[in-house]
C-alpha cells in the first residue's frame, strides 16, 4: 500500500530557517528516509550516461531520453534541456529506468527558435517556481481530459515574455536560457551550503511574507543533490522581490503543509516507473511522484490565477 501524501508530511519537522539574501529557506527534516540508488538528470548528463534528442520528426511536446547508465534516472519537474531545435523544459518529474529509451514529455521555453541540431547539449537550471505551478496547473488540466503530460504552451511562452521583461534580460529568441545564463552570478549568492542541509529530505521556500513553493524528496541525499538546482529557480523569483520583508511564522508555515496534506491524489502512470500524483485546489497545485510505495519526490506551488 503505497504512503500518503498526509502520512509522509506529518513526520516532517520544521527546523530553523536559513537566511539567503531575500529568500528565507525553512529545511524540513525527519530524521530517517530511505535510500536510494538513482543518478539524477545533471549527473548522468556529467557522466556522458544518457542523451536527449529530437524525435525522428521533431515535434514541441517531446523529445527521447535515453539512459544508458547502470541506474534509474530521476528527471526533475522544470528541468531545462537547451540545444537542438529549441531548449524545452520538462513538464513533469519523472524516474527512467537503467538502460531505457522513452519519450520524454516537454515544453518550450524558446519561443524565437526551431533550428539547429537533433542533439540536446545538456541542462543549466530547474525553472523557476510560478513557470513550474502555471506548467503543473496546465498538466493537471491536460490529464484530467486525457491529453497526457501537455503544458499550456503559450502560457508558458507569456511567462517567459513576462520575466525577460521583468529582470531586463534581452534574449533574441525569447529564451529562459539566456535569462538564467545571464543572471547565473546573482542566482550564485543564493546557493546554501549543503551541510545545512545535511539531513533534510524537503524544504519550505519564502520570499518576504510570500511562501513560493514546498519540495520534498523521500532521501535526503537526493533532495541535497537537487538543492542547487531548485534554488536557481527559486533565486529568478527572488529577484523579482527586491524588498525583504519578515518571513512567514512558524504557524503559517504549519497551515501551509496541513492545506497540502489535505488534498486528494489524481493518479496517473508515470512517465517510465512509477505513478504520478497530481493535487490541485483554488489555491495550490503540486505534483509528486511515487514509486515502489514511496513517494520519491514531491513539490507544491501557489496556483497562478
Given at each position: 500500500?503505497?504512503?500518503?501524501?498526509?502520512?509522509?508530511?506529518?513526520?516532517?519537522?520544521?527546523?530553523?530557517?536559513?537566511?539567503?539574501r531575500?529568500?528565507?529557506?525553512?529545511?524540513?527534516?525527519?530524521?530517517?528516509?530511505?535510500?536510494i540508488?538513482?543518478?539524477?538528470?545533471?549527473?548522468a548528463?556529467?557522466?556522458?550516461?544518457?542523451?536527449?534528442?529530437?524525435?525522428?520528426?521533431?515535434?514541441?511536446?517531446?523529445?527521447?531520453?535515453?539512459?544508458?547508465?547502470?541506474?534509474?534516472?530521476?528527471?526533475?519537474?522544470?528541468e531545462?534541456?537547451?540545444?537542438?531545435q529549441?531548449?524545452?523544459?520538462?513538464?513533469?518529474?519523472?524516474?527512467?529506468?537503467?538502460?531505457?529509451?522513452?519519450?520524454?514529455?516537454?515544453?518550450?521555453?524558446?519561443?524565437?527558435?526551431?533550428?539547429?541540431?537533433?542533439?540536446?547539449?545538456?541542462?543549466?537550471?530547474?525553472?523557476?517556481?510560478r513557470?513550474?505551478?502555471?506548467i503543473?496547473?496546465?498538466?493537471?488540466?491536460?490529464l484530467?481530459?486525457?491529453k497526457?503530460?501537455?503544458?499550456?504552451?503559450?502560457?508558458?511562452?507569456?511567462?517567459?515574455?513576462?520575466?525577460?521583461?521583468?529582470?531586463?534580460?534581452?534574449?533574441a529568441?525569447?529564451?529562459?536560457?539566456?535569462?538564467?545564463?545571464?543572471l547565473?552570478?546573482?542566482?550564485?549568492?543564493?546557493?546554501?551550503?549543503?551541510?545545512?542541509?545535511?539531513?533534510?529530505?524537503?524544504?519550505?521556500v519564502?520570499?518576504?511574507?510570500e511562501?513560493?513553493?514546498f519540495?520534498?524528496?523521500a532521501?535526503s541525499?537526493?533532495?541535497k543533490?537537487?538543492?542547487?538546482?531548485l534554488l536557481?529557480?527559486?533565486?529568478?523569483?527572488?529577484?523579482?522581490?527586491?524588498?525583504?520583508?519578515?518571513?512567514p511564522?512558524?504557524?503559517e508555515l504549519?497551515?501551509?503543509?496541513?492545506?497540502?496534506?489535505?488534498?486528494?491524489?489524481?493518479?496517473?502512470?508515470?512517465?517510465?516507473?512509477?505513478?504520478?500524483?497530481?493535487?490541485?485546489?483554488?489555491?495550490?497545485v503540486?505534483?509528486?511522484l511515487?514509486?515502489k510505495?514511496?513517494?520519491?519526490?514531491?513539490?507544491?506551488?501557489?496556483?497562478?490565477?
Amino acid at each position: 500500500m503505497p504512503v500518503t501524501l498526509s502520512e509522509s508530511l506529518a513526520k516532517l519537522k520544521i527546523d530553523d530557517p536559513l537566511f539567503v539574501r531575500n529568500l528565507t529557506v525553512y529545511p524540513l527534516s525527519n530524521g530517517g528516509g530511505i535510500k536510494i540508488n538513482l543518478a539524477t538528470f545533471s549527473e548522468a548528463m556529467d557522466a556522458g550516461t544518457v542523451s536527449v534528442s529530437e524525435l525522428e520528426v521533431p515535434t514541441v511536446e517531446e523529445v527521447i531520453l535515453d539512459n544508458q547508465g547502470s541506474e534509474p534516472l530521476f528527471l526533475l519537474d522544470g528541468e531545462e534541456i537547451f540545444g537542438a531545435q529549441q531548449t524545452r523544459v520538462t513538464t513533469t518529474a519523472a524516474l527512467i529506468d537503467a538502460r531505457t529509451s522513452v519519450p520524454v514529455p516537454v515544453a518550450c521555453i524558446e519561443e524565437g527558435r526551431w533550428g539547429g541540431s537533433s542533439s540536446f547539449e545538456g541542462s543549466f537550471s530547474s525553472t523557476h517556481p510560478r513557470l513550474r505551478s502555471i506548467i503543473c496547473r496546465g498538466v493537471n488540466e491536460s490529464l484530467r481530459s486525457g491529453k497526457s503530460f501537455r503544458a499550456p504552451q503559450r502560457l508558458i511562452w507569456d511567462e517567459v515574455t513576462r520575466k525577460l521583461t521583468s529582470l531586463e534580460v534581452s534574449s533574441a529568441t525569447s529564451s529562459l536560457h539566456d535569462l538564467a545564463t545571464t543572471l547565473a552570478c546573482e542566482t550564485d549568492r543564493y546557493m546554501v551550503d549543503p551541510r545545512e542541509l545535511s539531513n533534510a529530505q524537503g524544504m519550505i521556500v519564502a520570499a518576504g511574507k510570500e511562501i513560493l513553493g514546498f519540495e520534498y524528496a523521500a532521501d535526503s541525499d537526493l533532495f541535497k543533490r537537487l538543492t542547487p538546482r531548485l534554488l536557481r529557480g527559486y533565486a529568478l523569483d527572488a529577484l523579482e522581490r527586491r524588498s525583504v520583508g519578515s518571513p512567514p511564522a512558524r504557524r503559517e508555515l504549519e497551515r501551509f503543509l496541513g492545506r497540502i496534506s489535505s488534498l486528494e491524489p489524481s493518479t496517473y502512470p508515470g512517465v517510465s516507473l512509477g505513478q504520478d500524483w497530481r493535487f490541485e485546489d483554488r489555491r495550490l497545485v503540486g505534483r509528486a511522484l511515487v514509486d515502489k510505495d514511496n513517494i520519491l519526490q514531491a513539490s507544491f506551488f501557489p496556483a497562478v490565477n
